[in-house]
């Protein structure tokens, strides 16, 4: 009796391992193939440098602090850009600045990879942000 | 005599289980006192992942605070985002729109596939498995990319806003969603078909890890926990909130509160889980997913306690405002912490290897016990 049971459960299992034999694998070979990332994906930031009105509205709701932005009144009255630094030590990529930026100038791309080998390394400015940069990935 | 009583047979020995071991699920450490191979007392060390998130509630306005939720129970974060914006809305009297209630509905039940998901693959790494790892893990994959899709991210969603949602979802995605329920119904066969009758598996986790309900009762266990032990104690049921007033959602429970109870009703509610992801997604209306909320959110005087059935358990936030845009203090009730109070209950009594096993059946996340 006790035979018979141990038997029939192992082999109800071992069917189902044999099914998976022949099925193709599901495993993404990541660093050969790129990584799934969907349009929606949280990853570095974008800048649209033309766009930004230096209204700090990114740099207030940024729960870590992380953002550090810089501007001057230009002759035609208009705010200029002359700084904009994002710390990704700091970051935690929740998206809030991309959601309270009211011109839509700032996004966040598919570039996840962003590790380096010092801490400086990870603080971007607006060259490593721009947008015509990001795009040429 | 005297030497008998000096042999090391009669020596306790003390076992440090942990901080880094792979079965306590993170940085849990034990001290076990064992006497030959059986466990005579536990002292359960945590706090090896405490990062004061709810200190930070305090220092952090309302919006800021937001993400945060994601990184107390990293492996159901929808549950607590839930919590904190439940009770923020709560306190502040915001309604939230319906389509918004059932997508927070659709998402909080494929994050808790998700999250038992993850337990069952890992129990039964503790217990001597490998493969059902490898099956749970290609499921849970296809639900944290269903969950990136719409949110942006795998695990720390930041979905959920005061008032409603982030991002709508689109017609494809409830599509995908609902083809992947039909997917998960027929693996879920599977599963049941490779372990649940596996006579190595029953034995090694039938009869151990008893706890009664009186106790499991009194030592404030909720979830998974609470109902293997015959407590038929669901807040989805219970204490409805959101769109769970709306559906009849079953309460599974078992009677004996051993840890193949506990792997019942978890694998049961799976199934149930699957079942309300149908009535969710036929049901889901259009319209607007975010109500009219002033930008700069405050608290206004007072207190709240809101709680959700999270995988593990109740997750309860608890809420006080001043006035101010920052929470004058904010509490958590993490359900894992007050289901490892239970812990040297359990273990006392049984077997060093047993130990991993009952552990591993208690699913607890150190991310939340530590906060």
Not at chain 2, 14 to 35: A, E, K, W, Y
Request: aromatic share 10%.
């Amino acid at each position: 009796m006790r035979v018979k049971q141990i038997g029939g459960g192992l082999v109800k299992g071992l069917k189902v391992t044999g099914t998976h034999l022949f099925r193709q694998p599901v495993t993404r070979p990541y660093p050969e193939q790129h990584a799934y990332t969907p349009p929606r994906f949280r990853g570095a930031h974008r800048l649209i440098e033309d766009d930004c009105v230096v209204c700090h509205a990114c740099d207030r709701v940024c729960p870590v602090n992380c953002m550090t932005i810089k501007g001057y009144r230009g002759e035609d009255r208009k705010f200029v850009l002359e700084q904009f630094d994002i710390d990704y030590n700091l970051c935690m990529f929740c998206n809030l600045c991309v959601e309270a930026c009211p011109p839509k100038c700032l996004l966040m791309g598919p570039e996840f990879e962003i590790s380096a080998a010092t801490h400086n390394d990870l603080v971007w400015t607006l060259e490593d942000l721009s947008y015509e940069r990001g795009e040429s990935l | 005599m005297i030497a008998e009583r000096d042999s090391i047979t009669q020596e306790e020995l003390v076992l440090n289980l942990g901080p880094q071991h792979p079965s306590t699920h993170g940085v849990f450490r034990m001290v076990l006192d064992l006497r030959g191979e059986t466990i005579v007392g536990v002292t359960p060390h945590m706090g090896y992942l405490h990062r004061g998130f709810e200190k930070l509630a305090e220092r952090r306005t309302a919006v800021q605070y937001q993400p945060y939720p994601d990184r107390w129970d990293y492996l159901a974060a929808m549950f607590d985002e839930m919590a904190y914006i439940g009770a923020g809305e709560a306190l502040i009297g915001i309604e939230v729109p319906p389509r918004a209630e059932w997508l927070r509905g659709i998402v909080m039940e494929l994050n808790r596939l998700s999250s038992h998901l993850l337990w069952l693959g890992t129990f039964l790494l503790d217990v001597g498995a490998l493969s059902p790892f490898l099956y749970t893990f290609r499921e849970r994959e296809m639900i944290l990319d269903l969950l990136m899709e719409l949110t942006g991210a795998r695990l720390t969603y930041s979905y959920l806003r005061f008032g409603g949602l982030a991002h709508d979802a689109e017609d494809l995605w409830l599509k995908k969603v609902k083809a992947g329920v039909r997917y998960f119904r027929r693996r879920f066969r599977e599963y049941r078909d490779l372990i649940d009758e596996n006579e190595i598996f029953r034995r090694r986790v039938q009869n151990i890890g008893v706890i009664d309900r009186d106790r499991a009762i009194r030592y404030g266990l909720s979830g998974p926990m609470a109902r293997a032990s015959g407590v038929a104690w669901d807040l989805r049921r219970g204490r409805p909130y959101g769109i769970y007033r709306q559906v009849e959602v079953p309460v599974i429970t078992r009677e004996k509160g051993d840890t193949w109870s506990r792997y019942e009703v978890r694998m049961d509610e799976m199934e149930a889980s699957l079942g309300l992801l149908d009535v969710f997604l036929d049901s889901v209306e259009a319209g607007p997913v975010m109500a009219k909320v002033p930008k700069n959110i405050k608290f206004p005087d007072g207190e709240t306690y809101f709680s959700v059935e999270g995988p593990r358990g109740e997750l309860g936030v608890y809420l006080v405002g001043d006035g101010t845009a920052h929470a004058k203090r904010m509490k958590i009730r993490p359900p894992s912490l007050f289901n490892l109070q239970a812990l040297s209950h359990l273990l006392v009594g049984h077997m060093v290897s047993d130990a991993v096993a009952i552990l591993g059946s208690v699913d607890i996340v150190l991310g939340e016990v530590d906060r």
